[in-house]
């Protein structure tokens, strides 16, 4: 890797602080951008760890019965901590990669780095949970915006994530044979109003809510023989699109399966 | 009872402790006084023209000692390439040069173009990335039928095409071949493709040159299967070094696969630079850079047809492969889909007439050579899969359809070449049946069926030709060296005894199982015996470890040496005790007087050896150390049968392996918890080859594709079942003195095919017609051909 100053701030304030300076960089738990370091492919003049602010770390049940994740809490402490309030994020979270992955690794620099293949995003959009930063508040609707690109402005930190808690949820994984991260995941969560699907790993877009699915449900029809559009799915070495599409309509019904 | 050392011990690996300890001596863990480092910069393109290379700002930057390109290697050989292909026309193979550094092209991703030598690693690589290369890019070849279609894309200017050769074998049976399928009652015929794959050793390739300005000694420390032979290669074809003055050091190395048997680019530029320099210079492969420098392996793309009479007995076998050989020649790359390969087309079965048509091509990929199996998995694979469509075409038993043509009758002479010395393939089949516990199949396959799976179940055989090899044959089929091997007992004064050896260890245990011999012949305890390799200094020439050749080849040698051993020892015996030699008896670790109460101990005579106060110095010299060299008469014949049980979720593609039974005739056996190590190995790797590895590059543009374990998938501990081996179905090997076979690569030789059979079971049980997929049959694959 190349050269960079390092600072490790105590607060948030300080972080964003740090943040404004030129080619500042934020550091989460490094799992994406530690690699990126060292095959050169990128050179912040300066990281910013996030590691060092406790105010960003931990899960509580808010009284309005959602759960607030701080952004720099790892993998391991949502899958431990979230287990008895949400226990579809908990698995999530425990299914990240593996066990040095998800004691590094964390829910904020997950969501901010939106890697088309993560599963955060899904759960997030899926439970339209809300990301809480240092300046303001965005609907997980409103948050995701294709590859790599979020509502995140420069030098913004996710300092938490909020999630309603819904009645009852899923996760179906399919791991990308390579990497283990999802070829396709399928958030599903049932909330009073409506039942919201999320697919990640699928699209060229990133992350995704599966509409018409969600119209079928909210109609009472059944997803049987249903699968999204194979256009603008992703194409690599480890599925077609058509592929791709037809595995969203399988996890899809066995996350409905499962919750059932 | 097993026993608990000696032969047939499962003696404890004892270099396992200082492996797991992190207490090894790898060669990245050894560093030099002085020592600079060198990044190398590499080709970016499949295929161009460097027009200009301009150093002049790199060269000014913090730390740089030097940098090289390839004009500094003009009056330098290029990289050797270790056996010569005669044609079908009797024309020598397409021979083009490989430069240590890019010369006017580069052929590959990953091609070396310059390197730089700098203070820290860090410093070489800024300096790298200041390098301005031009590079005028050039159409990719990477296709191979394309690449030998009219009007392709050169990958060597210099050479009238992209063909390396194009071999038939035997080439006098073709007309025999092509009569007996136009008799034939049925004929199948499969292609099929044998997926490129990277090794992918543990360890990556590391590399450092050191040069004594005292004595003009150049040493290469490298992470090498083979010191002895990259010290010939090196030293007499590339930088004009004499033995005497090159010393070559292959340390512990942590796996190798046949990826470490060949000479490469770096490890010349490092005692090259090292000389040039007067101070080490050291290089340390990122795993990124192994993706796209060290050797693959396979990527053959083949048609294979079987004739058969009305009877379903083979008749005869008829192939025609394109087998990639990249952009240059590797050390032994074109032995592999040749020797090492059509000599093995006709299998475990009397097939009476065979014809294997090769062509090697040259494409902008990286160089393709032997990876654990060699030509003997393209083989193997082929021949088991059309065996198996047969069966299914026929509806016949596959099992039953083997049984009726498997090779009988020892020694067999095939029709390509080789002569099988022993074997009982229905032992081995009989077996299989047994621990694959072929009968309860049925009942699993409902049970699998009743929770909405489809199951599957594969089987085939295997042979291979191991202990490479008899020299004067390999040197008729074009080898340019000898493949016998060298061990030196060495027994000390009190007792103990160093033996060196020209093989070397890499993961397969041979400090551990090399003294189980030499203490079962001597009686004494295997702690008393050490295993020196791996530095051209200290060992005999030996040919090193590849082919499964270790303990038939080099344990031979060193059999033959503690023979000679013992028979000097027995004359200092008899003359300690007043004996005649003749009576002279040695067990466990005593010589005795026979029929007397007479003896004295393996130390006594030793100790008298060196200290040679009351010795026969008259008749023998003193001293207690013997060497020998042992170049086999044949190869060895290893073969078995195997199973696969596969489960196939009929949603999404997925294939699991869920059981997997090997029945292996490796010959006798020294450490049978090695042997099941070594089969557990190669299971995993072909299973890998099977389900999840994929060299892939962009047909367009000859990128690679899968460039890191985020898109080349190794098999991980969940993707494999807990295995059922077996070597209990021993026929010796009747021309080594061990009876040995080896077994280092049988398992990656004989699962891949089963693991495909099964695949195709199960999907044609749930009513699919698919006959075929090509591996890895990752779950999109197989879902594609389940959608017809």
């Known amino acids: ?260 | 009872m097993p026993k608990d050392s000696g032969i047939g011990a499962s003696s404890k690996r004892r270099e396992d402790v200082r492996f797991l300890t992190g207490a090894g001596n790898y060669t990245d863990d050894i560093n030099i006084h002085g020592q600079a480092y060198v990044h190398f910069l590499r080709s970016d393109v499949a295929h161009g023209r460097i027009v200009s290379l301009d150093t002049s700002a790199a060269a000014a930057m913090p730390g740089v000692v030097r940098i090289f390109t390839g004009a500094d290697f003009e009056g330098v050989g290029g990289l050797p390439c270790g056996w010569q292909v005669t044609d079908r026309h009797g024309q020598p193979m397409a021979e083009p040069g490989h430069p240590v550094l890019a010369q006017g092209k580069v052929r590959h991703v990953g091609d070396p173009i310059a390197a730089v030598v700098a203070e820290s690693p860090e410093q070489a690589r800024d300096a790298a990335e200041a390098i301005e290369a031009e590079i005028e890019e050039l159409p990719a070849v990477i296709d191979m039928k394309a690449a030998l279609a009219e009007g392709a894309a050169k990958v060597h200017d210099d050479l009238p095409s992209n063909l390396c050769y194009d071999w038939g074998f035997v080439e006098e049976n073709k007309g025999a071949v092509d009569a007996a399928f136009a008799e034939a009652a049925h004929v199948t015929t499969l292609e099929l493709v044998n997926n490129r794959l990277v090794a992918n050793p543990m360890e990556p390739r590391v590399a450092i040159g050191d040069y004594a300005r005292a004595t003009g000694e150049s040493t290469l420390y490298t992470t090498s299967q083979n010191p002895h032979v990259i010290r010939l290669l090196m030293g007499a074809f590339v930088l004009g070094i004499p033995e005497h003055k090159l010393r070559v050091v292959a340390p512990d190395v942590g796996g190798g696969f046949g990826s470490k048997i060949f000479h490469y680019a770096e490890e010349a530029f490092c005692t090259f630079a090292a000389k040039a320099l007067a101070r080490p210079v050291k290089w340390t492969s990122s795993r990124s850079e192994a993706f796209m420098s060290d050797a693959h392996g396979r990527d053959h793309v083949s048609k294979i047809e079987l004739a058969l009479d009305a009877d379903n007995n083979f008749t005869a076998l008829r192939t025609e492969t394109y087998a990639n050989m990249g952009a240059y020649l590797s050390t032994f790359a074109p032995s592999v889909p040749t020797w090492l390969h059509g000599t093995l087309m006709a299998g475990n079965y009397k097939t009476p007439l065979i014809y294997v048509n090769v062509k090697a091509v040259f494409t902008n990929t990286v160089p393709v050579d032997a990876y654990r199996g060699a030509g003997r998995p393209e083989a193997t694979y082929q021949l088991e899969r059309v065996i198996d469509k047969a069966a299914r075409e026929l509806g016949v038993d596959p099992i039953a359809l083997r049984r009726q043509n498997f090779v009988t009758e020892f020694p067999y002479q095939t029709p390509v070449a080789v002569v099988y010395d022993t074997g009982d393939y229905n032992a081995t089949m009989d077996k299989l049946e047994e621990i694959a516990d072929i009968a309860g199949f049925a009942a699993r396959r409902a049970e699998s069926e009743a929770r909405g799976k489809l199951r599957g179940l594969g089987v085939n055989c295997y042979i291979e030709a191991c202990g490479i090899a008899p020299s004067n044959l390999v040197g008729q089929l074009g080898a340019r060296a000898g493949l016998y091997d060298a061990a030196t007992v060495r027994v000390n004064a009190t007792g103990s005894i160093s033996v060196m050896v020209g093989a070397h260890s890499h993961g397969q245990g041979h400090e551990t199982a090399f003294p189980q011999v030499v203490a079962e012949m001597l009686g004494i305890d295997e702690s008393m015996i050490e295993i020196v390799h791996g530095d051209s200094s200290k060992i005999p020439f030996g040919m090193g470890t590849y082919g499964s050749r270790s303990l038939a080849v080099c344990g031979s040698a060193m059999v033959r040496a503690t023979e000679k051993i013992i028979n000097k020892a027995k004359k200092i015996a008899a003359h300690l005790m007043e004996a005649s030699e003749a009576d002279i008896e040695l067990k466990d670790g005593q010589f005795s007087v026979a029929g007397t109460d007479k003896s004295v101990a393996w130390g006594d005579v030793t100790l008298a050896a060196y200290v040679p106060h009351n010795y026969p110095l008259e008749d023998i010299e003193p001293g207690l150390e013997e060497t020998a060299f042992y170049d086999p008469s044949n190869f060895t014949y290893p073969a078995g049968a195997y199973a696969c049980e596969v489960e196939v979720d009929p949603e999404t593609g997925k294939v699991t392996v869920e059981r997997f039974s090997a029945a292996d005739d490796f010959g006798n056996i020294v450490n049978p918890m090695i042997v099941s190590g070594q089969v557990h190995g190669g299971l995993g790797q072909g299973i890998g080859q099977a389900l999840l590895e994929n060299c892939a590059y962009d047909p367009e543009t000859g990128q690679l594709l899968s460039a890191s374990y985020m898109d080349y998938a190794m098999p991980r501990a969940d993707d494999v079942p807990f295995y059922a081996v077996d070597h209990s179905c021993a026929t010796p090997c009747t021309h080594n003195p061990l009876g040995v076979k080896g077994c280092g690569e049988a398992g990656a030789i004989g699962s891949p095919p089963s693991v495909v059979n099964a695949v195709i079971d199960a999907l044609q049980s749930g009513g699919k017609a698919v006959t075929h997929i090509d591996m890895p049959m990752s779950p999109s694959r197989v879902w594609s051909a389940m959608q017809g």
């Open chain 1, 1 to 260: 890797m190349y050269n960079f100053e390092f600072e490790r701030p105590g607060s948030v304030a300080e972080a964003v602080a740090a943040l404004k300076s030129e080619e500042a960089q934020a550091l989460g738990g490094g799992q994406t951008l530690i690699p990126t370091l060292k095959q050169r492919l990128a050179a912040p003049a300066k990281l910013v760890s996030l590691g060092g602010i406790a105010e960003m770390k931990g899960v509580c049940l808010n009284d309005d019965g959602s759960l607030s994740i701080g952004g720099g809490t790892t993998h391991a402490e949502v899958a431990r901590a979230a287990a008895a309030h949400y226990p579809a994020l908990a698995a999530l979270a425990g299914g990240i990669g593996d066990p040095a992955v998800r004691n590094r690794g964390t829910i904020g620099g997950s969501l901010a780095n939106n890697d088309p293949s993560a599963c955060y995003p899904s759960a997030a959009l899926g439970s339209g949970a809300t990301i809480v930063t240092d300046r303001r508040e965005i609907a997980a609707d409103d948050y995701f915006q294709g590859l790599f690109t979020t509502a995140l402005d420069e030098g913004e930190i996710i300092t938490s994530v909020r999630f309603p808690v819904p009645e009852k949820a899923n996760y179906q994984k399919f791991l990308q044979p390579a990497s283990r991260f999802a070829l396709v995941g399928v958030f599903v969560a049932h909330y009073a109003g409506g039942t919201r699907i999320a697919v990640t790993g699928a699209s060229e877009d990133g992350v995704f809510r599966w509409s018409a699915a969600e119209e079928a449900l909210a109609s009472g029809a059944a997803l049987d023989g249903m699968a999204p559009e194979a256009d603008g799915m992703i194409a690599d070495l480890h599925g077609t699109k058509a592929y791709r599409a037809h595995l969203t309509g399988v996890l899809t019904r066995r996350a409905l399966q499962a919750m059932a």
